[in-house]
């Protein structure tokens, strides 16, 4: 080796030791760590009920009303289920007690946002910084067991190999467990932050309960819903129109239509009068319906007061133009091909207009 590979190799050396007390204190740092997370993971199943904080609360803000602030604090004190919120509680008292600024709670509760962050960082170092640290303890002993290796000298090999195979194993325990406790964290003390917001709400918030709902009384009966009031809008009644309708459904399509089996369908009749199976089949432009000469013209009658008048077969609106048809110009419909596979009839020629 040259002289600056050496000098490379004697700083690598030179950094075992500390590289390994480094692990060593990651080690102790994250155990204390976990114990500390066991004791909170405890705390909060064993008393947390988020019925009892908002009984607590409400209880604190009749205190605080009836000018009792002792008997205050200490029902705020009794919600000790998280060192966060506990912390956050006893600042909260003092400011009450001494300070008494109203813009302080709202600032105490973005403080702690910033301590929970604090606490998660610990950990969050924990993660990168073990298998780091196990990276770097593996490496730096593969170098003087690759020079033992070269040399015959196994003695140093295999101690060198057990110290980084060690090391590893080491960094990869310190950053699993303070992966855990990262993750598990995150979402205690984001639980918490919300009791907290919870907390200042139903204390200097507005009412305690809602005026609507139900809830048991007492004598543990469900108490009956309230009545909903509302201010009627008042009713103008040149504004409704009325929607005109027809007095009677026709009995017959207005449209003549063809059937499924290739044939145009007979317009719709009355059961005592049947069709002639002799007469030719018309096109559906020049169908007539027999009965309508037969029946007198129906009779509209007159409409209501303050009815709109219906709307007939005779009113212009109801008017159908040929011009305003955009199938006027195909003609009929031809129900059947041509025999011999002849073309239709008119068929390629330009469609004139009737």
């Given at each position: ?161 057990t ?42 918030g ?32 040149d ?45 559906a ?12 013209p ?5 409409p ?29 419909v031809?129900?059947k ?18």
């Open positions: 080796m040259n002289g600056l590979q050496q000098v490379i190799y004697d700083a690598s050396r030179v950094l075992l030791w500390p590289v390994l007390i480094a692990a060593l204190a990651c080690l102790l740092w994250v155990l204390i760590e976990f114990g500390f997370f066991l004791y909170e993971f405890y705390l909060r199943f064993r008393y947390r009920d988020l019925d009892a904080l908002e009984a607590r609360t409400l209880r604190a803000r009749r205190a605080f009303q009836d000018g009792k602030p002792r008997t205050a604090y200490r029902y705020l004190q009794e919600n000790n289920y998280s060192i966060v919120v506990a912390r956050f509680l006893f600042d909260l008292i003092r400011n009450y007690q001494t300070e008494r600024l109203a813009a302080k709670p709202l600032k105490l509760l973005q403080e702690y946002e910033f301590y929970t962050v604090k606490r998660l960082e610990r950990t969050r170092i924990l993660v990168r910084l073990g298998p780091m640290l196990g990276l770097m303890g593996t490496l730096i002993p593969l170098s003087p067991a690759l020079i033992g290796l070269a040399s015959g000298n196994t003695t140093q090999l295999a101690e060198n190999l110290t980084a195979f060690s090391v590893t194993v080491l960094g990869l325990l310190i950053g699993g467990i303070a992966f855990v406790i990262s993750i598990v964290r995150d979402r205690m003390y984001a639980q918490d932050v919300s009791d907290m917001e919870y907390l200042l709400e139903l204390l200097e507005g009412a305690e309960r809602l005026q609507s709902g139900r809830r048991r009384n007492k004598k543990g009966t469900w108490e009956a819903d309230p009545v909903v009031e509302y201010e009627a809008a008042v009713e103008d009644a504004k409704t129109v009325a929607i005109p309708v027809l007095l009677e459904t026709p009995r017959e399509p207005l449209i003549p239509f063809a059937s499924g089996d290739g044939g145009e369908a007979p317009v719709a009749a009355e059961p005592a009068v049947a069709a002639s199976p002799a007469a030719p089949i018309q096109p432009a020049t169908i007539v319906d027999p009965l309508a000469e037969a029946e007198p129906a009779v509209t009658p007159a209501a007061a303050g009815e709109a008048p219906p709307l007939t077969f005779d009113d212009p609106a109801m008017d159908w133009r040929r011009d305003e048809d955009p199938f006027a110009d195909l003609g009929p031809d129900p091909p041509p025999a011999g596979g002849a073309s239709a009839p008119g068929a390629g020629a330009p469609p004139t207009r009737r």
